[in-house]
C-alpha cells in the first residue's frame, strides 16, 4: 500500500514539476525572462546612487541609471545634467528622459505636458551627428496604444513610450529582444526637450558589468537648434 502510494505520489510531482517548467516557457516573454524577479536586486539604493552621470568629453555626458525598479521611474533633465523628482510628471517641466527597467517615457505627449518629442535616425553613430537635422519632420511623442504583448517593444500599459515606438517609425525601439536578452539598437536620437533644444541621445547597455538587468547606459550631448 505505502509503495503503491510512492508511485503514485512521484508521479504527480513529476506531472507538476513538467506543468510549471511548460507554463514557464509560455510566459518567457520581455517582462519574465529578461531578468526581472521578484524584489529589484537594487530596489533599496538611495534616490542619490540611482543616476550617475560622468563625462565623456566637452559637452558629451554619460548616464548610468540603476533602473531595476519595475515600479519606480527615474527621471532626468538633459539641461542641468542632474536626476530630478518631480512634484507631478503629468504637468512639471523639470524632466525630459524617465527610466524604469526597459521602459523610457519622455515629457511629451501621454507622459507630460513639457512637449518632447524625437527623432529615431537609424545606422548614424553618436559622435558622426554633430547637428540637429535641418527638418523635425516624423519627430515622435508617447501616445495612445493599447500594446501588444507579442511585440516585445509595446507593453500593453494603454501608453506607447516614443524610444519603444516600434510601429510608427521602422526599427524605432532602442532595444531589439532577442535570445531572453535585450541588444541595443543601432539607432541615435535627436531629443526636443521644452525648452526648445535639441540634444543626441544614445544608448549602449541595458546590463552592468556583472550582467544585472535594468542597469541602462545612454550618452547625450546638446546638438545645435534648427
Known amino acids: 500500500m505505502c509503495k503503491h502510494f510512492s508511485i503514485h505520489r512521484t508521479v504527480l510531482l513529476a506531472g507538476i514539476i513538467l506543468y510549471?517548467?511548460?507554463?514557464?516557457?509560455?510566459?518567457?516573454?520581455?517582462?519574465?525572462?529578461?531578468?526581472?524577479?521578484?524584489?529589484?536586486?537594487?530596489?533599496?539604493?538611495?534616490?542619490a546612487q540611482k543616476i550617475t552621470v560622468n563625462t565623456i568629453s566637452l559637452g558629451v555626458f554619460e548616464v548610468q541609471a540603476r533602473a531595476t525598479s519595475a515600479t519606480e521611474w527615474l527621471y532626468f533633465d538633459f539641461e542641468s545634467g542632474q536626476m530630478v523628482t518631480p512634484t507631478d510628471p503629468l504637468t512639471d517641466n523639470s524632466w525630459d528622459i524617465a527610466l524604469q527597467r526597459f521602459k523610457v517615457k519622455i515629457n511629451?505627449?501621454?507622459?507630460?505636458?513639457?512637449?518632447?518629442?524625437?527623432?529615431?535616425?537609424i545606422g548614424q553613430s553618436f559622435d558622426s551627428l554633430t547637428a540637429t537635422p535641418t527638418t523635425f519632420s516624423g519627430a515622435i511623442t508617447d501616445r495612445s496604444d493599447a500594446g501588444d504583448?507579442?511585440?516585445?517593444?509595446?507593453?500593453?500599459?494603454?501608453?506607447?513610450?516614443?524610444?519603444?515606438?516600434?510601429?510608427f517609425t521602422g526599427n524605432g525601439c532602442w532595444f531589439r529582444y532577442e535570445n531572453t536578452q535585450l541588444i541595443v539598437r543601432d539607432v541615435t536620437y535627436v531629443h526636443k526637450t521644452h525648452g526648445n533644444r535639441y540634444y543626441k541621445v544614445r544608448f549602449f547597455n541595458y546590463y552592468s558589468s556583472t550582467g544585472t538587468s535594468g542597469h541602462i547606459t545612454f550618452r547625450f550631448s546638446?546638438?545645435?537648434?534648427?
Open 149 to 167: 504583448g507579442d511585440d516585445a517593444c509595446r507593453p500593453a500599459e494603454g501608453t506607447l513610450y516614443a524610444y519603444l515606438d516600434s510601429t
Open 20 to 47: 510549471a517548467m511548460s507554463v514557464s516557457s509560455c510566459a518567457d516573454t520581455l517582462l519574465t525572462s529578461e531578468g526581472f524577479a521578484g524584489i529589484p536586486p537594487e530596489g533599496s539604493l538611495p534616490q
Open 108 to 121: 511629451g505627449g501621454n507622459s507630460g505636458n513639457g512637449a518632447n518629442s524625437l527623432l529615431p535616425i
Open 222 to 226: 546638446e546638438v545645435g537648434a534648427l
